[in-house]
């Protein structure tokens, strides 16, 4: 099976995202303070990674390229349930999760109709060779819910912890960067741009664990469930 030099660029890398799952997964349990909510999403990076992992290795078929995103809706939806979880009152957090829930499951049944029926154009065109698909839009707008609500919630933070929580923002939206490119080509001659999101990303979910130790165990408890 011949795969392009940058195909194999994001292959390889993925296996980082894969591994910071693993890792943060670990330190979840032998920390021990932060809530079952925050393994689902620690969980999610690693159901996010292998379905990553085969999309790069076979980028032509469609099935992978739609099940990977659905995982990374997955990973988005996790996160938003978790914060949510941590800041809001039970009775906004029903109603949130109620909305978020039946969005993100139109988003799903898009995506999981775009295997049998693909899309011909992006529905982002960045430029000739990137852009963004409709379910990495959907993507970066749960996102941007999420650094929202992390924004607003902020005050709470101790100095620390809003100092970690703009380098996090900052190696995503760096990520974000990267991720417009093509996963196809190569430019110029040694830069995959794609893969290099799939490292940024791969050490921005550490860094999100580390804010949560920060949260949960160093400097502050935050509720539990």
Same mark, same amino acid.
């Given at each position: 099976?011949?795969?392009?030099?940058?195909?194999?660029?994001?292959?390889?890398?993925?296996?980082?995202?894969?591994?910071?799952?693993?890792?943060?997964?670990?330190?979840?349990?032998?920390?021990?303070?932060?809530?079952?909510?925050?393994?689902?999403?620690?969980?999610?990076?690693?159901?996010?990674?292998?379905?990553?992992?085969?999309?790069?290795?076979?980028?032509?078929?469609?099935?992978?390229?739609?099940?990977?995103?659905?995982?990374?809706?997955?990973?988005?939806?996790?996160?938003?349930?978790?914060?949510?979880?941590?800041?809001? *009152?039970?009775?906004?957090?029903?109603?949130? %999760?109620?909305? @978020?829930? !039946?969005?993100?499951? /139109?988003?799903? +049944?898009?995506?999981?109709?775009?295997?049998?029926?693909?899309?011909?154009?992006?529905?982002?065109?960045?430029?000739?060779?990137?852009?963004?698909?409709?379910?990495?839009?959907?993507?970066?707008?749960?996102?941007?819910?999420?650094?929202?609500?992390?924004?607003?919630?902020?005050? *709470?933070?101790?100095?620390?912890?809003?100092? %970690?929580?703009? @380098?996090? !923002?900052?190696?995503? /939206?760096?990520? +974000?960067?990267?991720?417009?490119?093509?996963?196809?080509?190569?430019?110029?001659?040694?830069?995959?741009?794609?893969?290099?999101?799939?490292?940024?990303?791969?050490?921005?979910?550490?860094?999100?664990?580390?804010?949560?130790?920060?949260?949960?165990?160093?400097?502050?408890?935050?509720?539990?469930?």
């Amino acid at each position: 099976m011949y795969l392009h030099d940058a195909h194999v660029a994001n292959v390889v890398t993925s296996f980082a995202t894969l591994w910071s799952g693993i890792i943060i997964t670990l330190f979840w349990w032998f920390d021990g303070k932060q809530s079952l909510r925050w393994l689902f999403f620690y969980l999610t990076i690693i159901i996010t990674a292998i379905p990553t992992i085969i999309h790069h290795m076979y980028p032509t078929q469609q099935f992978w390229t739609s099940v990977d995103i659905m995982t990374n809706i997955l990973l988005i939806w996790a996160l938003g349930l978790a914060l949510a979880g941590d800041f809001f *009152t039970e009775s906004f957090y029903t109603r949130y %999760v109620f909305v @978020l829930s !039946v969005i993100n499951l /139109f988003v799903v +049944l898009k995506l999981g109709y775009e295997i049998f029926s693909p899309p011909r154009n992006l529905f982002l065109p960045l430029g000739e060779k990137s852009g963004f698909t409709f379910g990495e839009v959907a993507l970066i707008l749960n996102a941007v819910v999420c650094v929202a609500i992390m924004g607003s919630f902020s005050k *709470t933070f101790t100095k620390k912890q809003k100092s %970690v929580l703009k @380098l996090l !923002v900052a190696m995503f /939206f760096l990520g +974000l960067v990267f991720a417009t490119g093509s996963d196809d080509y190569i430019k110029p001659t040694f830069i995959s741009w794609h893969s290099l999101w799939h490292v940024t990303g791969a050490f921005g979910f550490v860094v999100f664990w580390y804010l949560n130790h920060l949260r949960f165990s160093v400097e502050g408890s935050v509720k539990q469930c």
